[in-house]
């Protein structure tokens, strides 16, 4: 896709600018046959797929400001597309520069509305973050089974060295994150098919209502990718480092996966641009009254006053803990929300640091929540000595996300807080993070025992 450069004024009115020209011309001043044509200058690196396509879709600015989407094809006078990038991975997809000179485009290949042309954009990034999430889950699944066959078949001082805990522990948290980016995928998947369900293609309204449902889920597209283009990084990561200097040497296909694995975390926009999207989108929708937040951050001030861990009882079952932790997780996630946004307020934009930490905790929230729901699914279906896996894979990552939100929980407050509000805030956060003793290298053991055996990614 084609975006901005810095270029002179168009004839047709369009004008492919980051700054407005002196003299801007528009449709009006034209003669109709002018009208029918918008002259684009200018150029875009790392355009995926340029290589072979015969469609481009451009953003542009129609008057020098109103960001607009319209539609170039291969073969017009001007246009023209420049050499494949050399890249350190992904060499089997196409990545070459556009150029535009003079390049005459008729006014009827303007995509959408003028001005509107951020609606295209917006929704084909929310799209493609929710792609990338699953083709992430198809790269980490397969990683594991190479990296799980391979620890199978490379001896050393005479065993498998599947055998050795230290090994058998990485096949197991590669296992049990594969398994939570799953259930999250999944369970988005399940959001946007319900939005769309009674969706008629051929309603002339069918791309704004898409666009409209996929606008509704942004924060949880934006969180999918950049859960899952961190776990994908990991486990490639440990998929080389189970596989010794082999896995270094191009013949082994894990070395392929590790550096294709890379761009996953900057296309798409960035991890950071997403990490400053993902709670700046909810505070949004708060501020239009579109979620409740405001005044549920307002009654929680007194509610974590008064908060007792021994009121709080979890509830029973194999996962009752675990509902406790979640339960308080979203709590601390409020407590530390609000006291940011009460010491920031509308500069809070400014505090990229606090809305990355917010963001983590939020990721962490979404990650938990989806093993836990579809964990229980699985219990109310096989019984609960079936799903032991799944339990022992959610009762491992709840505690690690609950830990890893404390962290981030701590570092804000100390940030956002001081004096006694801070010493009470820290106080009560730890009668938030509390959760019974539990050997998670005992339970990762067993996870590691079952993709042992199975040499592949093991949900049952």
């Excluded at 556009?98 to 954009?121: C, M, S, T, W």
């Excluded at 929710?130 to 199978?152: M, R």
């Excluded at 004096?419 to 996870?447: E, P, W, Y």
């Amino acid at each position: 896709m084609a975006e901005t450069g810095r270029h002179t004024p168009a004839g047709g009115g369009f004008v492919i600018a980051d700054s407005i020209p002196e003299q801007i011309v528009t449709p009006e001043d034209f003669t109709e046959e002018q009208r029918m044509f918008a002259d684009t200058n200018g150029s875009k690196i790392y355009i995926t797929n340029a290589g072979f396509a015969d469609i481009f879709i451009v953003y542009a600015k129609v008057e020098g400001t109103q960001f607009t989407a319209f539609i170039v094809e291969r073969g017009w006078e001007g246009f023209s597309v420049g050499p494949e990038e050399k890249k350190m991975g992904i060499k089997g997809s196409s990545t070459c520069p556009l150029y535009f000179d003079n390049v005459r485009v008729p006014v009827d290949n303007v995509l959408g509305e003028i001005g509107k042309g951020h609606l295209v954009a917006f929704n084909i990034l929310n799209i493609g973050r929710f792609k990338l999430g699953a083709g992430c889950l198809g790269g980490a699944k397969e990683t594991l089974g190479l990296a799980a066959a391979y620890a199978n078949t490379r001896t050393q001082f005479g065993q498998p060295i599947s055998r050795f805990p230290l090994i058998a522990n990485k096949l197991a948290n590669m296992n049990m994150l594969a398994y939570v980016l799953e259930s999250m995928v999944y369970r988005t998947s399940g959001y946007i098919d319900a939005m769309l369900k009674d969706l008629d293609p051929r309603d002339s309204e069918a791309g704004r209502i898409s666009a409209k449902a996929m606008a509704e889920f942004a924060i949880e597209c934006s969180i999918n990718k950049v859960f899952a283009s961190e776990v994908l990084d990991a486990i490639a990561d440990e998929g080389v480092q189970i596989h010794g200097g082999y896995g270094y040497v191009q013949e082994y296909k894990i070395e392929r996966i590790y550096r294709d694995s890379r761009i996953n975390r900057i296309f798409e926009g960035t991890n950071e641009i997403n990490r400053l999207l993902i709670p700046g989108t909810l505070l949004k929708k708060a501020m239009k009254g579109q979620l409740p937040l405001m005044e549920r951050l307002e009654a929680l001030q007194q509610e974590v006053l008064a908060y007792s861990p021994a009121a709080a009882a979890d509830e029973e079952g194999p996962l009752g803990e675990e509902r406790g932790i979640l339960s308080r997780m979203k709590t601390m996630f409020l407590l530390v929300g609000g006291t940011a946004v009460q010491k920031y307020s509308a500069r809070i934009e400014e505090q990229q640091e606090v809305l990355s930490n917010l963001a983590d905790m939020m990721i962490a929230l979404y990650a938990a929540e989806r093993a836990l729901l579809r964990t229980a699914k699985i219990i109310d279906s096989l019984g609960e000595e079936k799903a032991a896996n799944p339990i022992e894979m959610t009762r491992v990552y709840v505690r690690e996300a609950l830990q890893e939100m404390e962290q981030k929980a701590k570092e804000t407050l100390l940030e956002a807080a001081e004096g006694d509000a801070l010493r009470t805030q820290l106080s009560v956060l730890k009668k938030f993070v509390r959760a019974s003793h539990l050997s998670t290298l005992r339970l990762k053991r067993n996870i590691a025992a079952r993709v042992i055996e199975n040499e592949r990614y093991t949900v049952i």
